[in-house]
């Protein structure tokens, strides 16, 4: 009998720590910006695709900076893609952290859906969490989505 509350015991005392410990390392993040954007694609013949266009802006201590996304696809559809979209920026400490590519992370924006939730991050560490609505197809490479400010 001993044996056994030894065991429970020593379950609950390993897993009280183990749960306990994974939300204490978690970091807040904090709102530094906003952007709104808007993509269009349309798919020529035989499956290729127009370069798509994009005009965004974000908002960042009080200044909008414009940019456009790069390296987006429709695949193999064919037919025109809209995506409209708006966002909250998180971990921006200086507006060069914008310009990098950034990869989903979670969620995503699925054509035909109301409004969805995407998140994005990039290497230099701001985080991107995206509501939006998608018409078609619009995929991001492995290279990522591709941000450049527009001069």
Known sequence: MKIILKL??????SFGIVGGGAYAADPVLTQSGTFTLEIKALTMYSGET???????????QGKQYPFTVQALTMGNSFGSTTLN???VLYGMKDITQFESPFFIIGGGINPGEQS??????NSRGVTAVMTGTLNGPLWIPSTGAVIKFLK
């Not at 370069?51 to 908002?59: A, D, E, I, N, Q």
């Not at 969805?116 to 991050?121: F, L």
């Open 8 to 13: 429970v015991a020593s379950f609950a005392l």
């Open 50 to 60: 127009d370069l798509p266009t994009s005009k965004g802006v974000v908002t960042f």
């Open 85 to 87: 979209a708006n966002g």
């Open 116 to 121: 969805d939730v995407a998140t994005y991050k």
